[in-house]
C-alpha cells in the first residue's frame, strides 16, 4: 500500500519568513495530493491540492509543486503570520486498483510562527 | 451548505466497555469515511462507504469495531470492547463523488475518545 512520508516533524520560522514542508510517496500510481490545515482541537481543512497532470500550483501565499519522477511534493508557505502556526499534513491518493481514492496522510508537521 | 457533523465530541470510558458514534455527511455526498487520529500524527483510515457499500475496510480491527452505513446516509462506527490503545480522535469525512479518486475529503470535528 502508499507510505506518505512528511518532514520537518516541527518547524519554527519568523512572522514574514517562508516555511516548506515536504513529502514523499511511494505508490507511483498515485495522482492525487492534498494538504490539510489542522489547528489544535479542530477538524483538518483543506487548503491546497495538486493533482499528478500539473508540476505546480499557487493559491496567493501557499504553492505546492510535485515532482512525479521523484515522487516527492512541497507545501511552501510565503510571508508567514502567527495565524499559520497549525498542525500541516500532507496525504497521496491513488486511483487505480483497489484504492477507490484513499488517502493516505504524513505523520504531520508542527509549524510555529513567532511574531 | 451545512458541513459534516458527528456525535458526540467527547466520550469517556472504562477499558472493556462499548462505545458508538455518529456521523452525518454533507448533503449528496456519496462517499463516507472513518479516520482513527491519535494523538501526534496523521488520521489514519479505518473504512470508505460508497453509498451503503463497504470499498474498504483492510485497516479496520473486525475483532472489535464494526461500522455501518444504513440507507446510504448517516454511518455509526462501534467499537466493542474497548482497549485502551483505541484513546484518539475519531474524524468522520465525506465527499462528492468517487471520481478517478479525484476527491475532496470535507472532515467532521470528530470524537474525542478517551479510555480508562
Known amino acids: 500500500g502508499e507510505n506518505v512520508e512528511q518532514h520537518p516533524s516541527t518547524l519554527s520560522v519568523q512572522e514574514g519568513d517562508s516555511a516548506v514542508i515536504k513529502c514523499t510517496y511511494s505508490d507511483s500510481a498515485s495522482n492525487y495530493f492534498p494538504w490539510y490545515k489542522q489547528e489544535l482541537g479542530k477538524r483538518p481543512q483543506l487548503i491546497i491540492d495538486i493533482r499528478s497532470n500539473v508540476g505546480e500550483k499557487k493559491d496567493q501565499r501557499i504553492a505546492v509543486t510535485l515532482n512525479k519522477t521523484a515522487k516527492h511534493f512541497s507545501l511552501h508557505i510565503t510571508e508567514t503570520q502567527p495565524e499559520d502556526s497549525a498542525v500541516y499534513f500532507c496525504a497521496a491518493s491513488s486511483a487505480g486498483g483497489t484504492s477507490y481514492g484513499k488517502l493516505t496522510f504524513g505523520q504531520g508537521t508542527i509549524l510555529t510562527v513567532h511574531p | ?116
Do not use: M
Not at chain 2, 55 to 75: H, I, M, N, T
Not at chain 2, 98 to 113: H, I
Open chain 2, 1 to 116: 451548505e451545512a458541513g459534516v457533523a458527528q456525535s458526540p465530541r467527547y466520550k469517556i470510558i472504562e477499558k472493556r466497555q462499548s462505545v458508538a458514534f455518529w456521523c452525518n455527511p454533507i448533503s449528496g455526498h456519496a462517499t463516507l469515511y472513518w479516520y482513527q487520529q491519535i494523538l501526534g500524527q496523521g488520521p489514519k483510515l479505518l473504512i470508505q462507504f460508497q453509498n451503503n457499500g463497504v470499498v474498504d475496510d483492510s485497516q479496520l480491527p473486525k475483532d472489535r469495531f464494526s461500522a455501518e452505513r444504513l440507507k446510504g446516509v448517516d454511518s455509526t462506527l462501534k467499537i466493542q470492547p474497548a482497549k485502551l490503545e483505541d484513546s484518539a480522535v475519531y474524524l468522520c469525512a465525506s465527499s462528492l463523488v468517487y471520481a478517478g479518486g479525484l476527491n475532496e475529503q470535507f472532515f467532521g470535528p470528530g470524537t474525542r475518545l478517551t479510555v480508562l
